[in-house]
């Protein structure tokens, strides 16, 4: 049996793939992740004693850490999921979002091109190292046009900077010293088990709670967005037939204005936990003064990922929404249980 190392595997979209991975059988996953706000145990609840899922609680800045993990379960991939990834908090302190995206993912290079080194020659020429990365580090799209593969990199948040950063690393690796790897860069994901700061879940919330939904500026920033398990199942697609060195955009084909996502997760709640005061939730939106350095619009051309591939999504944003709106009602003991800490779902990253 195959194993893979997922760095960030208790997040939002790695805990995700790790689920995905395992349901479908046939592969072993050593899961590394130091638990920050945003690492949840409670994601892999539906794992415990099960001998095809080791968790390994650290950081991939942690070099002996790191290398002891590859020693121990000598993996055949990797799969970078680790980073620090909001935007707002990006904002509030770069220097944390350097500090794991940028010198955490060198040293999982770093540590990832000797065990490659190490192995035998025909183990060498199946191992992968895959980024998992965002569009973010395009910067931002006027009116029309999508983001290519060759589109080049304008990052324009600390956030995206140093993913952008950590991008250049990877194929820096591959470039210099032939380590196998690959990238994806992928529209904004939604779906079960992410964090309520991110803007689905916290409208969700929110809304849920009666409370003012805040959207920056006008609201009619776009975002491409991409159901989490076709996003899985893109990274998936990508490592096993993806072609070494190569990048592949993962994007939802679903471009919305920010107001009209909260408007259409305002009715969702509506029609399916009105409120006991009988207002419609769009009454409750209110705007607020926009994220510093906000980008207009992002958009995803996945026609590589399609044609090469043939990777095809599962969810249209419709689908989608719905299926992630029924998710949060049945699992508030989960947003509770994410909640208890330092974060309650106020504004972060207003400059």
Same mark, same amino acid.
């Given at each position: 049996?195959?194993?893979? /190392?997922?760095?960030?595997?208790? #997040?939002f979209?790695g805990?995700?793939?790790?689920?995905?991975? $395992?349901?479908?059988?046939g592969?072993? *996953?050593?899961?590394?992740?130091? $638990?920050?706000?945003?690492?949840?145990?409670?994601?892999?609840?539906?794992?415990d004693?099960?001998?095809?899922h080791?968790?390994?609680?650290?950081d991939?800045?942690?070099?002996?850490l790191?290398q002891r993990v590859?020693?121990?379960?000598r993996?055949?991939?990797?799969?970078?999921?680790?980073a620090?990834?909001h935007?707002?908090?990006?904002?509030?302190?770069?220097?944390?979002?350097?500090?794991?995206n940028?010198v955490?993912?060198l040293n999982?290079?770093?540590?990832a /091109?000797?065990h +490659?080194r190490?192995l035998?020659?025909?183990r060498?020429?199946?191992f992968?190292?895959?980024?998992?990365?965002t569009d973010e580090?395009?910067?931002?799209l006027?009116?029309?046009g999508?983001?290519r593969?060759?589109?080049?990199?304008?990052?324009?948040s600390p956030?995206s900077?140093?993913?952008?950063a950590?991008?250049? $690393?990877?194929?820096?690796?591959?470039?210099?010293?032939?380590l196998?790897t690959?990238?994806t860069?992928?529209?904004?994901?939604y779906?079960?088990?992410?964090?309520p700061?991110k803007l689905?879940?916290?409208? *969700?919330q929110?809304a $849920? @709670? #009666?409370?003012?939904?805040?959207?920056?500026?006008? #609201?009619?920033?776009v975002?491409?967005w991409?159901?989490?398990?076709d996003?899985c199942? @893109?990274?998936r697609?990508?490592l096993?037939?993806?072609?070494?060195? !190569?990048?592949?955009n993962?994007?939802?084909?679903?471009?919305?204005?920010?107001? @009209?996502?909260?408007?259409?997760i305002?009715?969702?709640?509506?029609?399916?936990?009105p409120?006991a005061?009988?207002?419609r939730? !769009?009454?409750?939106?209110?705007?607020?003064?926009?994220?510093?350095?906000?980008?207009?619009?992002?958009?995803?051309?996945?026609?590589? /990922?399609?044609?090469?591939? #043939?990777?095809?999504?599962a969810?249209s944003f419709?689908t989608?929404?719905?299926?992630?709106?029924? +998710?949060?009602?049945?699992?508030?003991?989960?947003?509770t249980?994410?909640?208890d800490?330092?974060?309650r779902m106020?504004?972060?990253?207003?400059?």
């Amino acid at each position: 049996m195959k194993t893979l /190392l997922v760095t960030g595997g208790a #997040g939002f979209i790695g805990g995700n793939f790790v689920l995905g991975v $395992l349901a479908q059988g046939g592969l072993r *996953i050593v899961n590394l992740d130091a $638990l920050t706000y945003a690492g949840n145990r409670d994601t892999l609840a539906a794992l415990d004693g099960r001998t095809d899922h080791v968790f390994v609680h650290g950081d991939i800045g942690d070099r002996e850490l790191v290398q002891r993990v590859l020693a121990e379960h000598r993996p055949d991939a990797i799969v970078n999921f680790a980073a620090e990834s909001h935007v707002d908090r990006s904002i509030e302190g770069p220097a944390a979002f350097v500090q794991t995206n940028v010198v955490g993912t060198l040293n999982l290079l770093e540590c990832a /091109l000797a065990h +490659w080194r190490a192995l035998p020659l025909d183990r060498q020429d199946g191992f992968r190292f895959l980024q998992v990365s965002t569009d973010e580090v395009y910067g931002s799209l006027g009116p029309v046009g999508r983001f290519r593969e060759d589109s080049p990199y304008a990052p324009n948040s600390p956030y995206s900077a140093s993913k952008a950063a950590a991008d250049h $690393l990877v194929r820096a690796f591959h470039h210099t010293y032939g380590l196998p790897t690959l990238t994806t860069n992928c529209s904004n994901n939604y779906g079960p088990y992410q964090f309520p700061e991110k803007l689905i879940p916290l409208m *969700i919330q929110k809304a $849920l @709670a #009666g409370e003012a939904l805040p959207v920056y500026g006008d #609201g009619r920033n776009v975002r491409d967005w991409l159901y989490v398990g076709d996003h899985c199942s @893109a990274i998936r697609r990508v490592l096993d037939i993806g072609r070494v060195g !190569e990048v592949y955009n993962v994007g939802g084909d679903a471009e919305r204005e920010n107001i @009209a996502v909260v408007k259409t997760i305002c009715a969702l709640l509506d029609e399916r936990r009105p409120l006991a005061d009988g207002r419609r939730r !769009e009454s409750l939106i209110s705007y607020v003064k926009d994220r510093p350095g906000h980008d207009r619009r992002y958009a995803i051309d996945a026609r590589k /990922l399609k044609h090469d591939l #043939g990777w095809r999504q599962a969810e249209s944003f419709e689908t989608g929404l719905a299926r992630t709106v029924d +998710w949060y009602l049945a699992n508030q003991a989960w947003v509770t249980r994410v909640l208890d800490g330092s974060y309650r779902m106020q504004r972060l990253g207003a400059g």
